[in-house]
Every structure is written in C-alpha cells, then in structure tokens.
C-alpha cells in the first residue's frame, strides 16, 4: 500500500514539475527565467549523451563541447551563406558530427588518462580551427543573422516559441536515452562498464557499442549547437571552448553519471547556481563553485540527484530530513577525525594511539 502511494506520489510530483515547466515563459509566472530555461534545456541534450557515454560505457570525454561547435556552426554557414533550409541544415549538421565521430572512433582504443587527453585535444584542435578559418566561420567575433526556425508560416521568433520548441526536443532526448538505458544495449554497456573483458566474453562487442555510443552522444550535442545557432542569431567559438567541455562533464557528475534524469537535474543545478545565485558574489564566484562542487563529491560521489533518489527510495516522502542529519553527521565524524589525527591521537589507519 505505501509502495502504490509513494510511485503515485512520485508521477504527481513529475506532473507538478511539468505544468511548472510549461508555465515558464509566461510574464505573470516566471517568464524573466525563460532563456535560462532555454540554456538548461539545450546543455540537457549535451549532458545526456555524457551520460551515456561516462556513466554507462564507462569512456572519457573531455571534448564534448567541439561536437557541440559543429552542430552550431555547421546549421549556421549552411542557412547564412548558402540559404539552406534551416532544418536541413540541422540534418546535414548532425550527419556531418556523426561522420567525424565515426572518425575519431579509434581513440577509443586509448583508455584512461590518454583517452581524456585526446578527446580534450579534439576540442581544442576544432575550437581553434573556428577561431582561424575566419572566411567561413567570422573568426572570434563570429557569425550574425542565422535565420529562426520555422514551420510553414509559423516562426520561432521569440524566446517564448523556441522555449517549448528547445524542450521538446530536450523530452524526447531525455525519453530515447532513457529506453536505450532499459533496453538489451543499457544491459550491454552497464557489462563494458564493469569490464570490458568480461563483456566480450559474454559475445558484446564492445568497441562497436564505445562508438555506436559515441556517436549519438555527438549528434545530440550537435542538434543542441544547432538549435542553440537559430535561437541566438549569433555564434562565435567562445560558445565551445575548451572549457565548456568541462563545465559539461561537472553538470554530468553533479546530477550523476549513471542517470538520464540526474543530467537535467545537473545542469539545472549547475547553472542556477552559476548564472543565478553565483554571479552575485563578482570574482569570488568561482572560488565558492568550487567549495560546492568538492563537497558534492565528497559526499554524494554517485551524483545529487542519485543520492536523493536513493534516499527517497529508502525513507519515502519525508526522506529529505533524515538525509541530511545523516549527511550532516557523516560531515561532523569527518571534520572530528580530521582534527584528532592532526593533534597526533589517531593513526592514519583510524586507530585511537596510546598516549
């Protein structure tokens, strides 16, 4: 009976979080938050296929933000300097990110530490060749008058169109990851996850699903550039730094690597801190960031969003108190272990020495 109660309380909860989310753009609700909305939802699409990729198959990307750039730029020469539909420049900007992922599939030969390098030199190698190649891509200023996205007579020509435009494709990203997780191929990359010899053992062939992986991943970062490209009339390089591919992989980590969902609550999360909370605090922004980030790590290392989960699972609807008194104790044993082994009374195996 609590079980029932709790899995209806759960979809009305998700109901509650929907309409809140339909009603975003209006003036008279939140509308002052609607590019933010928009922002969430396009790095929601890169965020997943991290997912998939890290948290799933167990691979490295560092450069992720460079797919993105593709999709961005690629939509955009097509529909400015040659006038081709902006929706066929969508497509042709996905098959042309899925050709070079297919590409750089033998990177994935590399592992560990070396596997991350050469992903982050791909996103620095594209980054710069859309810095210099100025003929094309207008160099650091970028490009202006990317067309808007229409449908027949209809255009999204404001903020409030393209937000329910940017979120129905976020949805039906989110819905398509999350029956690949639940489906025979989830099964196969939680097994190359866990270990890539034993997955072959078990007949998976492994290196056809790191890039079968990697190459969705990549088309759903360049479909974000894309729609990020007609939704901004304007694109430069400084949209995908390097570092962006960064940003991205802690969104990944914050709402947890193992969850469809936990990359929408990561990127939320991460930019309402930075873009709304954070800003306030001028130069020492990225300094508390940082504080928030490491706490995160230490306590809850299998995402926020997994931990609440979890905890929500485990206690039901009023987990949300005992969470955090056990998170908080969790923190004080740490903080007393810490001071005790300083003053010499604690071993560093934990144990109490004689005085």
Same mark, same amino acid.
């Given at each position: 009976?609590?079980?029932?109660?709790?899995?209806?309380?759960?979809?009305?909860?998700?109901?509650?979080?929907?309409?809140?989310?339909?009603?975003?753009?209006?003036?008279?609700?939140?509308? =002052?938050?609607?590019?933010?909305?928009?922002?969430?939802?396009?790095?929601?699409?890169?965020?997943?296929?991290?997912?998939? #990729?890290?948290?799933?198959?167990? =691979?490295?990307?560092?450069?992720?933000?460079?797919?993105?750039?593709?999709?961005?730029?690629?939509?955009?020469?097509?529909?400015?300097?040659?006038?081709?539909?902006?929706?066929?420049?969508?497509?042709?900007?996905?098959?042309?990110?899925?050709?070079?992922?297919?590409?750089?599939?033998?990177?994935?030969? #590399?592992?560990?530490?070396?596997?991350?390098?050469? %992903?982050?030199?791909?996103?620095?190698?594209?980054?710069?060749?859309?810095?210099?190649?100025?003929?094309?891509?207008?160099?650091?200023?970028?490009?202006?008058?990317?067309?808007? #996205?229409?449908?027949?007579?209809?255009?999204?020509?404001?903020?409030?169109?393209?937000?329910?435009?940017?979120?129905?494709?976020?949805?039906?990203?989110?819905?398509?990851?999350?029956?690949?997780?639940?489906? &025979?191929?989830?099964?196969?990359? &939680?097994?190359?996850?866990?270990?890539?010899?034993?997955?072959?053992?078990?007949?998976?062939?492994?290196?056809?699903?790191?890039?079968?992986?990697?190459?969705? *991943?990549?088309?759903?970062?360049?479909?974000?550039?894309?729609?990020?490209?007609?939704?901004?009339?304007?694109?430069?390089?400084?949209?995908?730094?390097?570092?962006?591919?960064?940003?991205?992989?802690?969104?990944?980590?914050?709402?947890?690597?193992?969850?469809?969902?936990?990359?929408?609550?990561?990127?939320?999360?991460?930019?309402?801190?930075?873009?709304?909370?954070?800003?306030?605090?001028?130069?020492?922004?990225?300094?508390?960031?940082?504080?928030?980030?490491?706490?995160?790590?230490?306590? %809850?290392? =299998?995402?926020?969003?997994?931990?609440?989960?979890?905890?929500?699972? &485990?206690?039901?609807?009023?987990? #949300?108190?005992?969470?955090?008194?056990?998170?908080?104790?969790?923190? *004080?044993?740490?903080?007393?272990? &810490?001071?005790?082994?300083?003053?010499?009374?604690?071993?560093?195996?934990?144990?109490?020495?004689?005085?």
């Amino acid at each position: 009976m609590f079980a029932a109660w709790r899995k209806r309380w759960r979809w009305s909860l998700a109901a509650v979080l929907l309409a809140v989310g339909m009603l975003v753009p209006f003036d008279w609700f939140l509308g =002052q938050y609607t590019h933010l909305g928009i922002m969430i939802g396009l790095f929601t699409m890169v965020v997943v296929g991290l997912c998939l #990729l890290m948290g799933y198959t167990g =691979q490295v990307s560092l450069g992720h933000a460079a797919f993105y750039g593709v999709g961005m730029y690629v939509s955009a020469i097509l529909s400015t300097r040659y006038e081709v539909n902006p929706w066929l420049a969508m497509l042709v900007a996905a098959l042309l990110t899925a050709a070079m992922a297919l590409a750089l599939g033998p990177i994935f030969r #590399l592992r560990g530490n070396y596997l991350a390098l050469a %992903t982050l030199a791909v996103g620095f190698i594209i980054w710069k060749v859309a810095e210099l190649q100025s003929s094309y891509t207008g160099g650091p200023d970028g490009m202006t008058g990317v067309p808007y #996205l229409s449908v027949g007579g209809f255009e999204f020509d404001s903020s409030f169109r393209r937000y329910y435009l940017i979120w129905g494709f976020c949805l039906a990203i989110l819905l398509i990851s999350q029956n690949i997780v639940n489906s &025979r191929t989830g099964r196969a990359l &939680r097994a190359i996850h866990g270990s890539e010899a034993a997955a072959e053992s078990l007949g998976i062939n492994v290196s056809r699903f790191k890039i079968k992986i990697f190459v969705l *991943s990549a088309v759903y970062a360049s479909l974000a550039g894309s729609l990020f490209a007609h939704h901004a009339i304007h694109v430069s390089p400084g949209s995908f730094h390097p570092l962006v591919s960064i940003d991205l992989v802690v969104m990944a980590v914050v709402g947890g690597l193992a969850s469809i969902w936990g990359a929408l609550f990561g990127t939320g999360t991460m930019h309402i801190l930075n873009d709304e909370i954070l800003i306030h605090y001028g130069k020492w922004n990225m300094v508390i960031s940082g504080l928030i980030l490491i706490i995160i790590l230490i306590f %809850t290392p =299998q995402g926020l969003f997994v931990a609440l989960k979890e905890a929500y699972l &485990r206690d039901g609807v009023w987990f #949300l108190p005992k969470w955090f008194q056990g998170k908080w104790r969790d923190a *004080s044993s740490w903080v007393l272990l &810490r001071r005790e082994r300083w003053r010499g009374h604690v071993g560093a195996d934990g144990g109490v020495r004689d005085p």
